[in-house]
Structures are given as C-alpha cells and as structure tokens.
C-alpha cells in the first residue's frame, strides 16, 4: 500500500533539481574521452529543439542517432542539423533509425546521452530502458499519461539514482533564473507562511494537422497526437502542467491529501480534434484550510495569461512567465535582471554534469507533478473529489504498450469524456 506520507519521504524531495557531487558510474565512464554521443527519439519540434540545445550546450557534442516513427520529421530534422552543425552530426543511414521499435535501436547503439521527445505515452518504455542501458536522460515533460505509466517511471528514476546517471526534466521554468530566485526568496519567508496560490495557463488551440490522402487512423492520430488523451493525456497533463509544477514547487513539493476539478470541450467541435478538453480548472486540498487553484484553457479569441500568483502572511508573489517577477510587502523585490534562456540553461547544465562527473536527478519532482496533473484529469472526467489513496491506485491505461503499437493496428473511436458518466478506475 502506497501513501501520500511514504511517497513525500521516499521521493526525497528539494527545491529545483537534485545534485549530488559524487563520482557518475556506468556510461559516465565513457566521458573520459572528448566526445558526448547524444541520441535524439522524437524528431518533432521540441525534439528537434532539444538536439539544437544539445548541441549548443557543449563544443564537444556530438549527434550520432535520431529515431522517429515518421521518416520525414527524421530528415526534416537531420537536414536542419548538418545545415549549421556540419560534422559534429555523425548519423548515418545505420543510425537513422524509423518504426515503433526505433527508441530500443537508438538507445542499444552506441550514444552516452539520451533525449526523450516522443508523445508522453512512450516515454516510461523509454526511459525505463534508456536508465537500464545505463545512458544519460533529458526527458520532456509530462513523463506519463495515466497512473500504471507513472508507477514505471518512478522505478526508473530509482534505478538511475542508483546508477549514478544523470536525468535532466523538461519542466523548464525550474531552470529559469529569475524563477529560482523568487523561490529562493520565498522559500526563505519573503512573504512569510503561504496561505494560497493560483495559477493560470489560458491561451488558444494548437496546432493541427489535417488529414492527407494515404494516412490511416493511427498516422492521422500521431500527427495530432495533442488532441488524444492515450498519446497526450489531455491538455492539463501535456501543457498546462508547467504551471502545477510551478505551485509544486512554491510549496517544496508537498503533495495535496485530495483533488476537485471541472473541466470540459466548449470552443471545438465534438467530431473533430479527437477527445481532449479545451478548459480546466482544479483545486488542490492540502488540508487545515490550505487550497491551491489551477486555471488551464486553449481557447481560440480568448485573453490569454501564463501567471503564478501566492499570498502570504507578509506579502505576495506575481508572477508572468518570462515577462515579470515581483515580490509585494515586507520583503518587496523585482527581477531587474536580463532573463535567461530556460531551455538552453537546461541542456547546459545537464552536459556540464556530466563532464564534473556529478548527478543531476530532476526523478522525483518530474513523477509528482506529473501526478498532480493526472490526478486533476482524473477528478474532472469523473466529477469525482478524489483522495491521493484513491488516485495513486488508479488503474486506467489509456493506450496500447508500446510493444503492441505497429501501422496497421486496429484504432477504436475515442469518447470525449462526460462527468458523472466516465468511470473513474
């Protein structure tokens, strides 16, 4: 039986990412020599930005393997990369590697460092076997799309601190600068005991892609893979997330003891767009009166805002993801200094790791925040308040194993679901 206390104290827990200055073993070994071996699995636009940060976080970088299931994200992306990186892009025709069963390929090759951006529905097959082969992670958020994924997350982040490997989250807004600063402060008693936060992530739609001639429903699914819950999650679980991380991380990651939420598809047409929800909104409860709130929504012609907001006994925090940083009250501060590139910080911090031979584990803060974002989806399917026992034992897989995924698999019609008709398991 897993409980809410045992999985605070066994996650361990910090502010930010957790490093620890203590020798890096298995594939760390291979540093030694000049050269970084990274393997790109997801050729799409993060995945492709990723591998650009990569490289541009290290001299000595080199890109020898990318996987895809689509042939023309591969090229797409290898012809990007040997346009302004020239020889440091080592892939060839045997490390292109296309299908399902490319991520086993790409990380049973020859590479030291892994970076995983796929759809979230692969990503605990493929972390789980990248930490086994012993390689090092950059692992785009969220890290699962339902509760039976997430559980073989968390024993993959067990198995590379174990190992001593490095595992970098794509929760990017812990590697911004001035984020990390007003934590800091706040962590410090700037505003003094917090007694609520909120958050909104409001914006419009993403992008879609309309159906060609000669895609079959599994092709036509992947390439809008957004707007389907087995690939995505939903959008409080593949975007919106960043900003549950962000309230996570005010409250030194304590988890809440239950969750209500709403949620629902107003703006899209129910026979098209797949099953997504376009709008959220979630309380968390972490008892003794203490609540947190968390507004998402992708809305075409509505305003939109990215903030994090909290109130304490001395003050308050505003925050406008990339755009203002300010502390209120007792303790009044404002970010004056020129922001950092968030996603780049994150690939160079992760290579300098690497080469001082230290750990840099984000496992145990990517796994909680993940499951908070879960654990709201689950509350406002079902329209059920939901306790973390009940929520930590969720047995709802939303999609196919990854073992099971090939073109001409069978694709049943998914429903958009309806509160207090979904059942929650």
């Known amino acids: 039986m897993i409980n809410r206390r045992d999985f605070i104290k066994n ?7 957790t490093v620890v200055s203590t020798p890096i073993l298995g594939a760390v070994a291979e540093t030694k020599r000049k050269t970084l071996r990274v393997g790109l699995i997801g050729c799409g636009g993060r995945g492709t930005g990723a591998v650009f940060q990569a490289l541009a976080a290290d001299p000595d970088v080199r890109v020898t393997a990318l996987a895809d299931i689509f042939e023309d994200n591969l090229n797409n992306t290898l012809s990007a990369l040997k346009q302004k990186y020239g020889d440091r892009i080592a892939v060839t025709e045997r490390t292109s590697f296309l299908g399902f069963d490319a991520y086993e390929k790409l990380i049973k090759s020859k590479v030291d460092v892994v970076l995983l951006c796929t759809p979230p529905n692969f990503r605990p097959a493929h972390l789980a076997l990248a930490v086994k082969e012993g390689k090092h992670v950059f692992c785009e958020k969220p ?8 559980h073989e997350v968390e024993a993959a982040v067990k198995l590379a601190k174990e190992k001593k490997l490095c595992l970098v989250s794509g929760f990017c807004f812990r ?4 984020n990390r600063d007003i934590i800091s402060r706040v962590h410090d008693g700037a505003i003094g005991d917090i007694k609520t936060i909120s958050s909104f992530r ?13 895609w079959n429903d599994l092709t036509y699914q992947l390439r809008n893979w957004y707007y389907y819950q087995r690939y995505s999650g939903d959008m409080i ?21 239950k969750v209500t939420a709403t949620g629902g598809r107003q703006s899209r047409p129910w026979n098209k767009y797949g099953n997504v929800y376009d709008h959220f909104t979630v309380e968390y409860e972490y008892g003794k009166g203490f609540r947190s709130f968390h507004f998402g929504r992708q809305q075409n ?7 994090v907001e909290a109130m304490g006994t001395r003050g308050y925090i505003n925050v406008g993801i990339n755009t203002n940083y300010e502390i ?8 004056t200094e020129r922001l950092n590139n968030m996603y780049q910080t994150q690939h160079d911090e992760l290579f300098k790791a690497i080469r001082e031979k230290q750990v840099i584990n984000d496992g145990d803060f990517m ?7 879960i654990w709201g989806r689950l509350s406002a399917y079902s329209g059920r308040t939901l306790s973390y026992d009940e929520a930590i034992h969720s047995e709802e897989v939303l999609g196919p194993p990854v073992e099971d995924y090939h073109w001409d698999m069978k694709i049943d019609e998914l429903a958009i679901p309806r509160p207090g008709h979904y059942k929650f398991t």
């Open 328 to 335: 209120f009250g007792d303790q009044p501060w404002r970010n």
């Open 202 to 214: 409001h914006g419009g739609e993403l992008s879609y892609k309309e159906r060609q001639p000669g």
């Open 367 to 373: 796994v909680q925040s993940t499951l908070m974002a």
């Open 301 to 307: 012609g509505t305003t939109p805002r990215n903030t």
């Open 237 to 257: 679980v593949e975007q919106t997330i960043h900003s549950i991380d962000y309230m996570s991380w005010i409250l030194n990651n304590e988890l809440p003891q």
């Open 175 to 178: 590697y911004s600068f001035p």
């Open 11 to 17: 996650s361990g827990l910090v502010m930010g990412s």
């Open 143 to 150: 890290v699962a799309v339902d509760i039976p994924g997430l």
